[in-house]
């Protein structure tokens, strides 16, 4: 059975603090590992990392994926109170067609 | 707005009634999944479709549960008998399949509450 597991469960920072957001997996095939952010409505998507794509940078965010270590860190850097919210990190694998979802991390970012 | 849409956004029933959850995919879509969400976890697959066949359905989807897309555009999840253990929010996704990844965008969510 795929699994994903993410840490710290839960972290506060202040503003211009840099958080560092951690998910491992285990997944049979594995084909994409996705970062979704949420907040008090569905999770809206970040970034995929595959095989061929295994850093992504988008402003102040960014992710990079170690197939090596079965493992993606998500870096938000310069945060600032927009960013609280549950991250989700998500792997497709097998058929690729369903996504397991890790817990999540939920992010407090204090001013 | 051509997001993905869910209907209705909140639905609270007594136990033993049936309700049915609507979703519409954003339109170039090939691919409709349903999850499900409880307070303080990642969302857990129930079932996806390609086009109108319904390709997988979870373990955690009973026979109370029924999903339908019968035109290969929108979807209806039907829960009947509901029970108490059914309170979750409803997650419909959608995504184009290109073969290598690809990723699933999500509606706002039906937010069940059973009494």
């Known amino acids: 059975e795929d699994k994903v597991v993410q840490s710290p469960l839960s972290l506060v920072v202040h503003e211009g603090d840099t958080v560092t957001l951690n998910c491992s997996y285990e997944v049979t095939n594995f084909r994409s590992l996705l970062w979704y952010k949420q907040e008090k409505k569905a999770p809206t998507f970040l970034f995929m990392l595959?095989?061929?794509?295994i850093e992504k940078k988008s402003g102040r965010l960014s992710s990079i994926l170690d197939k090596k270590e079965l493992s993606s860190i998500l870096n938000i850097t310069a945060t600032q109170t927009g960013d609280s919210a549950i991250y989700l990190c998500?792997?497709?694998?097998?058929?690729?067609?369903?996504?397991?979802f890790g817990g999540g991390t939920r992010v407090l970012v204090k001013p | 707005d051509t997001g993905v849409s869910q209907d209705p956004r909140h639905k609270i029933t007594k136990r033993g009634q049936n309700v049915t959850f609507r979703c519409d995919p954003i339109s170039e879509h090939n691919r409709l999944y349903w999850y499900r969400q409880t307070l303080g976890q990642g969302p857990e697959f129930l079932t996806y479709f390609q086009n109108e066949a319904q390709l997988e359905k979870s373990r955690l989807l009973s026979d109370r549960f029924s999903a339908e897309r019968p035109k290969g555009s929108f979807s209806t999840l039907e829960i009947q008998r509901t029970e108490q253990g059914d309170s979750a929010m409803y997650l419909c996704a959608s995504s184009l399949d290109r073969g290598i990844g690809y990723e699933q965008y999500f509606g706002p969510g039906t937010r069940l509450t059973v009494t």
């Open positions: 595959t095989s061929s794509g």
């Open positions: 998500a792997v497709g694998g097998a058929a690729g067609n369903k996504l397991t």
